[in-house]
C-alpha cells in the first residue's frame, strides 16, 4: 500500500507495479498529482511540470497492477512486515465513477461558485467539479459542503442535465480493508502560512503573495490564464521581490532549511521574465543553497540572462504606499544598511512542513515524528520508519524538491519490492 499519490507516491507506486508487484495507491484527494500539479515549470531545466506529470498520472491509472482510492483515508493499521491489515475509508464522490466521462455540463449549469483550494483560493470554482483540467482520474466530484442539494435540499440541476445519468446522491461513505505485504508514506508536506509574520504584510496587503499563489498565477492554467498581473489592480508589474526563508531558518517558527526556495524563486523570476522581458526581479536571501547538479549554473544564468538581482540581506518589514505598491525595509548584509526598495508585487518565499495530520497518520501507522513532526526515518536507512516494513518517501520525512523526491520513492519502492519478495 502506498500512502499518498504525489510525485514521490506516483514513482514508488510504478516501480513496484513494473516488477509485477500489485500496488494499492491511497490518496485523499479527489484526483492524484499532489503539489507538482500546481506548479508552472520545474527546475533546474524550465521543463513544464504538467508535461512530466501527466504521462505518469496515465500510466498510474491505466497500470494493471495499480489500484487507485481516491477521496480516500486510511483510518486504521494492524499487523507487522509481510502482514498488514488496513482499514480504508472511501468517501462518497457522489458521482458513478464508471459513468462519467468529464464532459463538462454538470460544471457549466452549476449555480454554486466557491474558493478554488487547487489554485489557492485565487478564484471560485463550482460545487461540482474537477481539480484541474489534467486530473486523473478524470471524474467529477461534488463538494458536500457547498453543495445546494446537501446545505439547503435544493437544487440538483446537475442531476437533471447529466445525459449519462452519472449524478448519484444517494452515495454512501464505505470502507474498504486491504491485506498488504509492506506499507509506503509518500503524504507530501504542506505550506508554511506567512499570516501570523506580521511585518511581512501577507494578508493584509494585496500585493503580497506567497510563492505558491505566484506560481497559480504565472500558470497557464491559473485563475489568469499564465498573464501576470498584480492581485490589487491587474496593472502589469515590472518589479518584482522574492523573498527567500519565510517561515525557515527561523527559530520562532521553523528552524531547519526547506532546501528548494532557493531555486524555486529563481525559476519564477526566470518564468515571469519569459511572459514579459521588462520585469525585472530582486531576490533577498540569507545565502544561496543550491547544492544540486546544475543548481549554481541556473542561478548563475539567472543574473546573466534573465535581469535577476540577487540582494544577500534581512528584511525587516514590509511597507505599502497609496497605491498598493509593496516597498522593502531590509539591511543589506555586505554593507549593514538599512535600505528601502519599492516592487510591484512581494512573493513570500514560504517554507515546507509537515502535513497537518501527519502526526495522526503515525499514530496510526505506528511510527515516530521527530522534533517538526516529519514522519522520522532511521540513521543511516533514510526511507525506512520506526516500524518494519513500513517506509518513507519524500517530503513527507523531510523537505525536499522534486528530483529527490522522485530519488527518494524509489528508494522506497526497492525496500518495499524486497519484503514483497520474501512474503
Partial sequence: MV??????GIQASLDLAERGIKVELVEKNACIGGRMAQLDKTFPTNDCSICILAP?????????NITLH???EVRYVEGSVGNFTAKVLKHARYVKEDVCINCGTCVEKCPMRVEDDFDMQLRKRRAIYIDYVQGVPAIMTIDKEKCLWFTKSACRICEKVCEREAIDFEQQDTEIELNVASIIAATGYDVFDPTPIIYLGYGRFPNVVTSLEFERLISASGPVGGHLIRPFDKKEPENLAFINCVGSRDIKNNPYCSSCCCMYTTKEAMIAYEHNNKIQSSIFYIDLRAGGKGFRDYIQRGRNDYAITYINGKVAKILQDEQKNPIVVYEDTDTF????????IVVLATSMVPKKDAVRLSEILGISVDEYNFLKSMAYHPQKSSKEGIFLCGACRAPMDIPNSVVDASGAAAKAAEIVMRV
Avoid: N, Y
Avoid at 56 to 64: I, Y
Avoid at 337 to 344: C, I
Fill in 3 to 8: 500512502i499518498g499519490a504525489g510525485i514521490a
Fill in 70 to 72: 481516491t477521496l480516500s
Fill in 56 to 64: 505518469k498520472l496515465a500510466e498510474c491509472s491505466r497500470h494493471p
Fill in 337 to 344: 544598511e538599512v535600505k528601502k526598495l519599492k516592487f510591484d
